[in-house]
């Protein structure tokens, strides 16, 4: 099942992220960043109902007691960095592809809720972050976001890049 967000949530959350951007120009924002931490056993209690729900529409087919576990198997682990603010998840992943020297961050999803895009867009932050620490030569964006492609540039200094990228379902896959 593929991840769509509808137009009229799209244009609520670029009209949002509008606003952001015009209240950091007047000096209106709050310049104080949320409070981004790893993603821990208790944020389970916290957004785990909501953050289960959200990735159903992703892997419907997967039970919530899988996802959960899923979950709870990426906090502790050095291969993933799993980290929140109040209204904002995201989870990455450090990987590498046969014969390269040097690993690549995977995005796996940014989620935000109560239309804090802003929150999201400081989660990329944390995640170029992670992977500049890791070495990693590049990240793979956009697999499963509420933010916009050009919110998520602003995370890497105003660019990223496009690619085209082919594949061939083997079998259908029903939800």
């Excluded at 419907?60 to 996802?67: E, L, R």
Aim: aromatic fraction near 8%.
């Amino acid at each position: 099942m593929a991840y769509t967000i509808s137009d009229e949530e799209r244009a609520r959350r670029a009209e949002r992220m509008k606003q952001v951007r015009a209240q950091k120009k007047t000096g209106d924002a709050d310049e104080a960043p949320c409070d981004l931490h790893r993603f821990a056993l208790p944020d389970l209690e916290d957004m785990g109902a909501w953050l289960v729900e959200r990735l159903k529409g992703r892997w419907g087919a997967v039970s919530d007691k899988n996802i959960a576990a899923f979950l709870r198997g990426v906090m502790e682990s050095n291969e993933f960095l799993f980290v929140r603010t109040r209204n904002a998840v995201a989870l990455a992943q450090a990987a590498h592809k046969p014969l390269e020297a040097v690993p690549f961050v995977e995005e796996i999803f940014v989620l935000v809720r109560n239309d804090a895009v802003e929150e999201g867009v400081q989660l990329y932050g944390a995640i170029r972050n992670w992977g500049e620490s890791h070495g990693a030569s590049r990240i793979e964006v956009g697999n499963m976001t509420d933010v916009e492609p050009e919110d998520v540039a602003s995370a890497f200094g105003g660019r990223i890049e496009t690619r085209v990228q082919c594949f061939a379902a083997l079998r259908a896959y029903h939800a």
